[in-house]
């Protein structure tokens, strides 16, 4: 059974830093992209971050230079280190697995978690 949990949100205030987790199962011995996006109220859920199977990954503009992903394989775990934070990084955080492949097997499915709020004061 597919599974994604996020975990490490929480509120802190401006310039401070937290490290969002979010651990899959269900995907042994399959390789994925993993992705975290976040959602404000209100607002489209938007890019944040992904990290590709050959462990490449992108940002979006808003968080470069603030925010790092990884992955730990092992544990089935992707990382989102979020450092000097602002308050416009208030939202929502999801984590997303797709372009998953399982040996020759491909899922087309795509996977969320249910989100891990985070809200950075002023």
């Known amino acids: 059974q597919v599974q994604l949990v996020e975990s490490g949100g929480g509120s802190v205030q401006a310039g401070g830093s937290l490290r969002l987790s979010c651990a899959a199962s269900g995907f042994a011995y399959c390789t994925h992209d993993m992705s975290w996006y976040r959602q404000a109220p209100g607002k489209e859920r938007e890019f944040v971050s992904v990290?590709?199977?050959?462990?490449?990954?992108s940002y979006a503009d808003s968080v470069k230079g603030r925010f790092t992903i990884s992955r730990d394989n092992a544990k089935r775990t992707i990382y989102l280190q979020m450092d000097s934070l602002k308050p416009e990084d208030t939202a929502m955080y999801y984590c997303?697995?797709?372009?998953?492949?399982?040996?020759?097997?491909?899922?087309?499915?795509?996977?969320w978690g249910q989100g891990t709020q985070v809200s950075v004061s002023a």
């Open positions: 997303k697995a797709d372009r998953i492949r399982c040996g020759a097997e491909v899922l087309y499915a795509v996977y």
């Open positions: 990290i590709h199977t050959d462990s490449s990954s």
